[in-house]
């Protein structure tokens, strides 16, 4: 038997254990499945290998497992690629600081060869931690195929891919502003960069016009230091406060220059003065102004953001805000220095650093991105790739058509080193192996020279980028690739859709020739119960592996299903875990009940030829179920396939079926027992296959449990056959348990608001029920009796004087209050519970006719306001429902 109560801790390790063992999450490979259409890959979008799962790796991975144990069951061929990436600067972060700590040696002085051989060691020792978490969310990846961005295959697919993009003519060296983090030493991605709104100054200094005595132009800046950089001042062409002084020169202060006034489109004469000061080789809008407009770039910085040889002696070494001091003073001491302004601006810090970022002129490699983006601009116009939510197109065409130069070196030693060696001239040699690269220089110099490697890597996006084909085997022509590219799906999140999603998309057209996914689905953000973004200074983040030790995996899966609505971030709700462990017990409850009656082993069942009522109705509504799941989950609407199962399982089958079966097995009617108990067995069947991606750990022990009872199961649920049902609707069969169900639930409501005692048996009397009605409530009467609290059931042609009424179809059901309720006291009650009612949608509707509160608070507040004005008047239309039956019977 079915124990008590179901204890995920004590089945989760074990039912996951017999999945790897049995060979179910390895990657389909039946040669019969030819149409594409029979397989299905999902990319696993990978995590960092210094890792550990947060609530948006659990919101996408169940979403993943879920479409990947729908899959299979459906009988496709089925891959989940999992796999880790080596994320450069967060790994080299962690193993430098353990060097630290353990008193060893650091980076520098053990040398690149000796510090990787240390990062491989951690790596090893400690870089699966985040796969063992997914594996205890149930995740069914193809582990036996998991891959890591440096393995062997991937590096060699890296190599290929640098090389003839190379000689493409699309990834070359060039001098550009790169994020620079002056802490870590290199060049960080604008996803690495976190802005911080900060309560500043802007400074207002008068620059003067040369050979012009007494006569200014005055500029604005927050970072006065790089004033020491500037080449020249833009003004609007249309700006005619500026018109004679275009083409004239300022005398830069301190630094003693002179720099041209030029006019450019990218001043805006309403901003302060209409003159902005340009630093070319520090702003990114001002090296854009300066490429235009032909102007020097000075770089005042070294890698540590110190001021270098470029500025005037008494600022070379000053660290940046010790020169930003300096500078006010200076020009404050000249007079130049007309106003200081608070001002609040956006400063960007390193998000592992936690420094400010500085843009800065630097050699580095790029990716002709321009280029390489119109193939995936055009795949998803004309469709081959697609959005859900489709308005997420927007986002991916704004980035893609506004695209820069992807830069794609970082100065780093943990990664993919660049495959370029340089002779003592300089000249680059581009090659997959050192060998080739010397064969090259050989060729080109006529003898054989030294060269040296560039000692940069690549950044992490570039190998991620290659994923959904690298992974597959490419360039080597595997079955795999042959089979599973292009992908079916990608989930991901909205953030990196530039970083990552669009890059695959070019780097998959390019090499591939085809999209590398038919759908991109971006997930929600996960926030906290009153929708605020989580973070570690909130202290808000709510950790789900806590959650999955307390209520089990399954509880959290469903919980993020249930609440993934497309559009909709999901605000985490702990109560809402609680809440679906409890939904569970339910179906382990329904489980045990079925087991106690019977309803187990070889029971020979044909669903579409059925004799009682009950259980026709009950299988069309799994058909119903099952069509509507299917289709939901087809849709990416995660949230109804879940809400349709929760609905079906809890209120159809437990609160329905199950109760209006019980009189069933006390009938003595042995035909109509065997068949009820052979139909709840197989309900319970369909039931759980529909459930099982959504909830695989319970659903798989109580199919191999009740398996054990008596019906031998030919496989694991997890390699079941999806419900495929049809013509099992019985429209007669629905209308009439439909009417059963009506009728109770209207009696059970009419209760509960007059505050009937719950031991209080009441007279009912059908008032103008028609014949089919009468039939129906004798035929059902013990069931009526037993379900309502009902005393008698009688037929009449008028309502009785005292008694509460309410609808049911063509009829009034009356129930008689007499002597059992005090009918001025529960008016009185519910009068003034409506009073209260009353004041809250009062103060409600005020709040959201107040523009004020409209146009400053945050949208999942006003949400959340709405919701509850909507729930307020709902109650308060029952209430006055409640009252006015109350009035009748006086």
């Given at each position: 038997m079915?124990e008590?109560?179901y204890?995920p ?14 060979g179910?999450f390895?990657a389909?490979?039946d ?11 999902i ?6 290998v210094?890792?550990?799962l ?9 979403l993943?497992?879920?479409l ?6 459906r009988?496709?061929n089925?891959?989940w ?10 790994t080299?972060m962690?193993?430098?600081?353990q060097?630290a700590e353990?008193?060893e040696?650091?980076r520098?002085?053990l040398g690149?060869e000796k ?16 796969v063992?978490?997914l ?5 069914s990846?193809?582990?036996s195929?998991?891959r ?8 060699k697919?890296?190599l290929?891919v640098?090389?003839e993009?190379?000689?493409?003519g699309?990834?070359y060296?060039?001098k550009r ?8 030493l290199?060049?960080i991605?604008?996803?690495?960069v976190e802005?911080v ?9 008068k ?6 005595d007494?006569k200014?132009i005055?500029?604005?800046?927050t970072r006065?230091?790089t004033m020491?950089?500037?080449t ?5 062409p249309?700006d005619?406060?500026?018109t004679d002084?275009?083409g004239?020169q300022v005398?830069l202060?301190i ?7 030029v006019?450019?489109e990218y ?16 702003d ?5 102004v300066?490429r235009?407009q032909?102007?020097?770039m000075?770089?005042?910085?070294n890698?540590t953001?110190?001021?270098n040889?470029?500025?005037p ?17 200076e020009?404050e001491a000249?007079g130049l220095?007309?106003k ?7 400063v960007?810090?390193g998000?592992r650093s936690?420094v400010?970022?500085?843009?800065w002129l ?7 991105a321009?280029?390489m983006?119109?193939?995936a601009i055009?795949a998803?116009?004309s469709?081959?790739?697609k ?22 070196s970082r100065q780093l030693w943990w990664?993919h ?8 001239d300089?000249?680059?040699?581009v090659?997959?192996?050192?060998q080739e690269?010397?064969?090259?220089a050989d ?9 040296k490697?560039d ?5 992490t996006?570039f190998?991620s980028?290659l994923?959904p084909f690298s992974?597959l085997g490419?360039?080597?022509?595997t079955p ?14 909205f953030?990196?859709?530039?970083f990552?999603?669009?890059?695959m998309?070019m780097m998959?057209l390019?090499?591939?020739k085809?999209v590398?996914?038919?759908t991109?689905y971006?997930h929600?953000l996960?926030?906290?119960e ?5 973070s570690?200074s909130?202290?808000?983040?709510i950790?789900?592996l806590?959650?999955?030790d307390e209520?089990?995996?399954d509880?959290l899966r469903f919980?993020m299903?249930?609440m993934a609505a497309q559009?909709?971030?999901?605000n ?5 875990v ?5 939904f569970?017990?339910k179906?382990w409850n329904?489980?045990?009940f079925a087991?106690m ?16 009522t009950?259980?026709r109705w009950?299988v ?8 509507d799941v299917?289709?939901?989950i087809?849709a990416?609407?995660f949230?109804e396939?879940?809400?349709?199962l929760?609905?079906?399982i809890w ?11 019980k009189?069933?097995?006390n009938?003595?009617d042995?035909p109509?027992i065997?068949?009820?108990?052979a139909?709840?067995a197989w309900?319970?069947d ?5 459930l099982?991606?959504?909830m695989?750990?319970?659903t798989?022990e109580?199919w191999q449990?009740?398996?054990?009872t008596g019906?031998?199961r030919?496989?694991m ?7 495929i049902?049809?013509?099992l609707?019985d429209e ?9 169900i ?12 007059m505050?009937v ?12 029920a028609?014949?089919t009605s009468?039939t129906?409530?004798?035929?059902y009467?013990s069931?009526?009796?037993q379900m ?12 009785p004087?005292g008694a509460?009424q309410v ?9 008689s209050?007499?002597g059992v309720?005090d009918v001025s006291?529960?008016t009185?009650?519910l009068s003034?519970e409506l009073g209260?009612?009353s ?5 409600l509707s005020?709040?959201?006719s107040?523009e004020?509160?409209l146009s400053?608070a945050?949208?999942d507040?006003v949400a959340?306001q709405?919701?509850?004005l909507?729930?307020e ?10 009252i ?7």
């Amino acid at each position: 038997m079915l124990e008590k109560y179901y204890q995920p801790q004590d089945i989760e390790q074990r039912i996951y254990e017999s999945w790897e063992q049995s060979g179910a999450f390895q990657a389909g490979d039946d040669p019969s499945k030819t149409d594409a259409k029979d397989n299905f890959c999902i990319v696993i979008p990978p995590p960092n290998v210094t890792g550990s799962l947060h609530m948006g790796h659990a919101l996408n991975n169940s979403l993943q497992d879920l479409l990947v144990r729908f899959e299979r069951m459906r009988g496709k061929n089925v891959l989940w690629q999992p796999g880790t990436d080596h994320a450069g600067i967060a790994t080299q972060m962690v193993v430098e600081r353990q060097l630290a700590e353990n008193g060893e040696p650091g980076r520098r002085d053990l040398g690149r060869e000796k510090f990787l051989e240390k990062v491989w060691a951690w790596k090893e020792e400690s870089g699966g931690t985040i796969v063992n978490q997914l594996r205890r969310l149930g995740a069914s990846c193809d582990w036996s195929r998991e891959r890591f961005t440096m393995d062997e295959g991937l590096s060699k697919a890296v190599l290929k891919v640098f090389v003839e993009l190379y000689n493409d003519g699309l990834i070359y060296k060039d001098k550009r502003l790169v994020n620079w983090d002056p802490k870590l030493l290199t060049a960080i991605s604008d996803l690495e960069v976190e802005p911080v709104e900060t309560n500043g100054h802007m400074w207002h200094f008068k620059y003067p016009i040369e050979g012009q005595d007494g006569k200014f132009i005055t500029v604005a800046t927050t970072r006065p230091e790089t004033m020491l950089g500037d080449t020249g001042v833009a003004v609007h062409p249309s700006d005619e406060r500026y018109t004679d002084m275009v083409g004239q020169q300022v005398r830069l202060p301190i630094a003693d220059r002179l720099i041209p006034i030029v006019a450019d489109e990218y001043p805006d004469p309403e901003q302060g003065s209409g003159a902005v000061k340009m630093t070319p080789a520090h702003d990114f809008n001002d090296f854009e102004v300066g490429r235009r407009q032909n102007l020097e770039m000075i770089n005042i910085f070294n890698e540590t953001a110190h001021l270098n040889e470029n500025v005037p002696q008494s600022y070379q070494g000053l660290e940046r805000f010790e020169a930003r001091k300096k500078v006010v003073a200076e020009m404050e001491a000249l007079g130049l220095l007309e106003k200081i302004d608070d001002h609040e601006l956006t400063v960007p810090y390193g998000d592992r650093s936690g420094v400010v970022v500085e843009p800065w002129l630097t050699d580095q490699w790029y990716v002709n991105a321009e280029k390489m983006a119109k193939p995936a601009i055009e795949a998803v116009t004309s469709g081959k790739t697609k959005f859900v939510p489709a308005n997420w197109d927007k986002t991916y065409f704004e980035w893609m058509n506004n695209i820069q130069p992807w830069c794609i070196s970082r100065q780093l030693w943990w990664g993919h080193q660049i495959p370029a060696w340089y002779g003592p001239d300089g000249e680059v040699f581009v090659a997959q192996s050192e060998q080739e690269a010397q064969s090259l220089a050989d060729a080109h110099y006529g003898e054989t020279k030294d060269l040296k490697r560039d000692e940069d890597v690549l950044d992490t996006w570039f190998s991620s980028a290659l994923w959904p084909f690298s992974t597959l085997g490419w360039p080597d022509k595997t079955p795999e690739l042959a089979r599973y590219y292009p992908t079916a799906t990608l989930s991901t999140a909205f953030d990196i859709i530039f970083f990552w999603v669009a890059r695959m998309m070019m780097m998959g057209l390019h090499f591939m020739k085809e999209v590398p996914f038919d759908t991109v689905y971006i997930h929600a953000l996960v926030r906290d119960e009153k929708g605020k973004k989580m973070s570690k200074s909130k202290g808000n983040v709510i950790d789900p592996l806590p959650l999955v030790d307390e209520y089990g995996a399954d509880a959290l899966r469903f919980t993020m299903a249930a609440m993934a609505a497309q559009g909709r971030d999901v605000n985490m709700s702990i109560p809402r875990v609680e809440g679906y462990r409890n939904f569970a017990t339910k179906l382990w409850n329904a489980a045990r009940f079925a087991e106690m009656n019977g309803c187990v082993g070889d029971l020979p069942l044909n669903p579409s030829n059925l004799n009682a009522t009950l259980n026709r109705w009950i299988v069309g509504e799994v058909e119903k179920t099952a069509k509507d799941v299917t289709k939901a989950i087809e849709a990416y609407r995660f949230n109804e396939a879940a809400d349709g199962l929760y609905h079906f399982i809890w209120h159809t089958y437990c609160d329905w079926y199950v109760e209006l079966s019980k009189p069933v097995f006390n009938s003595g009617d042995e035909p109509l027992i065997n068949e009820t108990r052979a139909v709840t067995a197989w309900v319970l069947d369909e039931m759980m296959k529909m459930l099982h991606p959504f909830m695989p750990f319970m659903t798989e022990e109580l199919w191999q449990r009740l398996g054990e009872t008596g019906r031998k199961r030919e496989t694991m649920l997890i390699k079941a056959n999806w419900p495929i049902l049809d013509g099992l609707q019985d429209e007669a069969a629905q209308a009439e348990i439909d009417w059963v169900i009506s009728i109770i639930s209207e009696i059970r409501s009419a209760r509960s608001e007059m505050n009937v005692p719950a031991g209080a048996k009441l007279p009912l009397v059908l008032v103008g029920a028609n014949e089919t009605s009468q039939t129906r409530a004798k035929r059902y009467d013990s069931t009526l009796k037993q379900m309502a609290r009902l005393e008698t059931i009688d037929f009449a042609a008028q309502v009785p004087q005292g008694a509460v009424q309410v609808v049911v179809g063509e009829a009034v059901a009356a129930l008689s209050m007499q002597g059992v309720i005090d009918v001025s006291g529960e008016t009185a009650r519910l009068s003034k519970e409506l009073g209260k009612v009353s004041g809250e949608i009062k103060k409600l509707s005020g709040k959201l006719s107040n523009e004020q509160f409209l146009s400053k608070a945050p949208d999942d507040v006003v949400a959340e306001q709405k919701r509850r004005l909507e729930e307020e008047q709902e109650r308060a239309a029952q209430l006055e429902a409640a009252i006015e039956r109350l009035r009748a019977l006086g």
